[in-house]
């Protein structure tokens, strides 16, 4: 009896599983039919969770890779249904998530003959869209090619660094049975599957050992060093041996620590040697040890960043030492974008980290530098606050101060079982500023793109992926009413995940913004971008969740631990609705420094 050949539909759900991916998130419709049959018959092996909308299904997918560093995946059908999520993929390639998106299309039979919702022959041409948006977008257009396709789908996604892929699954094909390449006179051979991913993709492990050494050379020549981190690192210092070897570098050197808004935590922010956070809404004290004069600041270490415009708070040229720049990241294209380089190298962070490590006894700085080095940065913090305002941190009015409210979800949240997710307006600032992460208690945040709604999906991604953590939503009403609906999808499924949001009727960046920028009274703008004062609580109840209106710390405060509890006691969402000052800006406006000619001239040129 000849082998029963299983069809496309089937041999990709293999691969996902194969990739350790337990949830698929998307919308179904008529384009899907094989592949939702396939997860119907595998329900419980690996699930299809049905969301509201495509954008909110595909930011589900990411903040899945993000709480756990597996392949994200979103399945949408024909038409808008890809469209929709577009958004939500095009999100996660500029944010490094490994993200593979599904799109249903029209059976090959009737391409260009105007059937419904046509996607690749008609006017709309979904495969050019995802080309725009992701690294790579292929249509699966046999089952003689499948597998080689699925593969090379998988390998963009999970390439270091991590991507957005998209296969275009036409919906006849994906019936049709997945075999080798035909060979003469033989009957069509079913695919072989792999047993592990490694037998169709790797990633580098290995950092070029010179310039490796040559940034050895570098610290040990410097009086004041610094190394700052990107979202680049991530992954690699997830892994708790990268990081330990990664702290006993920088102790054994006293060399700070400093990381970019959207690698916030990746380094411990309570850390002796670390200045927390630089870039948008920065933290004070790296402003401290850029600003020294004897010595001056003379060397930085670049790992996982591409120093944009929020990693350097607008490429502020403070950023450039008195002395060498060395920048790794694993793409090229990263390398001396912003800023000109005396070291660039090409590389995966993690091996990077583990072969400065390695090598960390080669050309040591002298003992008593290192002393010094540690006795500044603890003078730093001793002598200034981390904060803009003590005043608005420490407050206990009505209404939230939104820095008070960071220092009680500081307070509340477990310090080492916390996912949060970011959205896109001032939540931004705040937390970036205010809170202090760890690993444990991570942040994460899309900030290469900024979507609004972004966090309200992600949250449920990561609770999916991680159910035994407390993941938060720390969004604003505007952004929490574009993907709000996913709360139901939580409720649907039994997801206890926490919405914190931010109330004042406004889209505050948008009309703080403005009048910093244009003028004007604020009250004219507020009134010119407001909200219509929703019923967010009544809203929230609706679909699925416990609500919460709180308008002082402590009613926050007794609100989120009650939140806390519920959410994984009763598996149901929570919503805090926090009246906040709406007067209250984050530190975007407010800076300590200003440069000087000389110090912008360095932006551009390494002879100073």
């Not at 009250?523 to 002082?552: H, I, N, Q």
Request: proline share 7%.
């Amino acid at each position: 009896m000849p082998k029963k050949i299983p069809n496309v539909a089937q041999v990709l759900i293999d691969y996902l599983k194969l990739e350790g991916v337990t949830h698929v998130f998307g919308v179904p419709g008529g384009g899907l039919i094989e592949m939702l049959d396939e997860f119907y018959h595998q329900r419980g092996t690996i699930d299809y969770v049905v969301c509201r909308q495509e954008t909110g299904a595909a930011y589900m997918a990411d903040g899945y890779h993000r709480a756990t560093g597996k392949l994200g995946v979103v399945m949408v059908t024909t038409g808008p249904g890809a469209t929709n999520a577009v958004t939500g993929v095009m999100n996660a390639e500029a944010g490094g998530s490994a993200l593979l998106a599904l799109t249903g299309e029209i059976a090959e039979a009737y391409a260009g003959m105007g059937y419904l919702q046509e996607g690749i022959d008609g006017k709309l041409d979904v495969n050019q869209i995802f080309s725009g948006a992701c690294a790579s977008s292929t249509i699966l257009s046999s089952g003689i090619s499948a597998q080689r396709l699925i593969e090379a789908g998988l390998r963009t996604a999970m390439d270091v660094p991590r991507h957005a892929a998209h296969l275009s699954l036409p919906v006849d094909v994906t019936g049709q049975p997945a075999t080798k390449l035909p060979q003469k006179g033989k009957a069509p051979e079913p695919v072989t599957m792999p047993d592990s991913p490694s037998r169709y993709r790797s990633a580098p492990s290995e950092a070029p050992l010179r310039k490796v050494e040559r940034t050895l050379e570098i610290l040990a020549a410097a009086k004041r060093p610094l190394i700052m981190l990107g979202n680049g690192c991530r992954e690699a210092l997830r892994n708790k041996a990268t990081l330990d070897a990664f702290t006993r570098f920088v102790e054994a050197r006293g060399i700070p620590v400093i990381t970019t808004a959207d690698g916030k935590g990746i380094f411990p922010e309570d850390h002796p040697l670390s200045l927390r956070m630089f870039g948008i809404a920065n933290c004070m004290w790296p402003y401290y040890w850029m600003n020294q004069k004897d010595p001056p600041y003379d060397a930085l270490v670049v790992i996982g960043s591409g120093l944009g415009e929020l990693a350097t708070n607008k490429w502020n040229p403070m950023l450039i030492p008195k002395g060498p720049l060395v920048q790794l990241d694993a793409s090229q294209r990263m390398i001396a974008r912003d800023f000109p380089v005396d070291l660039g190298i090409v590389g995966e962070a993690g091996a990077f980290i583990n072969a400065l490590a390695k090598l960390s006894g080669e050309a040591p700085p002298p003992p008593d530098e290192v002393s010094e080095r540690k006795a500044k940065v603890a003078q730093i913090k001793a002598d200034h606050s981390p904060f803009f305002s003590d005043e608005e941190y420490n407050s206990t009015a009505a209404p939230l101060q939104p820095a008070a409210l960071c220092r009680v979800m500081q307070e509340v949240l477990p310090a080492d079982n916390t996912i949060m997710m970011l959205d896109a307006g001032n939540c931004v600032g705040w937390a970036a500023h205010y809170l202090v992460s760890r690993p444990g208690f991570e942040v994460h945040s899309a900030l290469d793109m900024g979507p609004m709604g972004f966090a309200s999906g992600a949250v449920i991604g990561a609770k999916i992926a991680r159910p035994d953590t407390t993941c938060v939503a720390f969004t604003g009403d505007g952004a929490f009413m574009m993907q709000g609906a996913e709360i139901s999808t939580a409720q649907r499924n039994g997801v206890g995940a926490i919405w914190v949001v931010l109330h004042d009727d406004d889209l505050s960046m948008v009309s703080q913004g403005m009048e910093h920028f244009k003028g004007g009274d604020i009250e004219d703008w507020r009134d010119m971008f407001s909200l219509g004062t929703p019923d967010l609580a009544g809203y929230a109840t609706g679909l699925g969740a416990d609500a919460y209106t709180v308008k002082s710390p402590k009613e926050f405060k007794a609100a989120l631990k009650k939140a806390v509890k519920k959410a994984d006691a009763d598996k149901k969402p929570q919503v805090i609705v926090a009246q906040i000052n709406r007067d209250a800006e984050p530190p975007y406006y407010n800076p300590l420094y200003v440069p000087t000619k000389e110090e912008a001239r360095r932006m551009t040129t390494r002879g100073a």
